[in-house]
């Protein structure tokens, strides 16, 4: 069982593990996978492919050497779920960096400066 153990330690050596990213991907894919029990014939083999595809996705992220590319991903994510519970403000990106800006939600129109280059632009909060 030790031997086992440090083989699995050194195998995961420099390869990304798991995160809330891939936890999502695992959710979904086992409730495609369930509600694939629930048809048949096509219906039913697209959301076991659909189902298996995610796994896959999930593993190839656990077991990916690209750690900088995953850990990206998973604060993307992180970011979208933070804004998602965000209910004060809203956010826009500038329409000249892409810069992302928050603004506080309801206030009408705002004239928005962007702080990294200074572009003004209007939007409805
Ligand atoms: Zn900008």
Redesign the pocket.
């Given at each position: 069982m030790n031997r086992f153990k440090n083989w699995f330690r050194r195998f995961m050596e420099g390869r990304y593990g798991t995160d809330k990213l891939n936890t999502l991907i695992l959710t979904v894919g086992l409730i495609v996978c369930l509600i694939g029990c629930f048809f048949s014939g096509l219906t039913s083999s697209l959301l076991t492919t659909v189902s298996y595809s995610l796994m896959v996705w999930a593993i190839f992220r656990t077991f990916s050497r690209n750690t900088y590319k995953r850990y990206q991903e998973n604060r993307k994510y992180l970011l979208f779920l933070e804004r998602l519970k965000d209910r004060e403000h809203r956010y826009f990106k500038?329409p000249?960096?892409r810069?992302r800006v928050r603004v506080p939600r309801g206030k009408g129109k705002v004239a928005i400066t962007?702080p990294?280059?200074k572009?003004r632009f209007i939007r409805n909060s």
């Open positions: 500038c000249k960096c810069q962007c990294r280059c572009e």
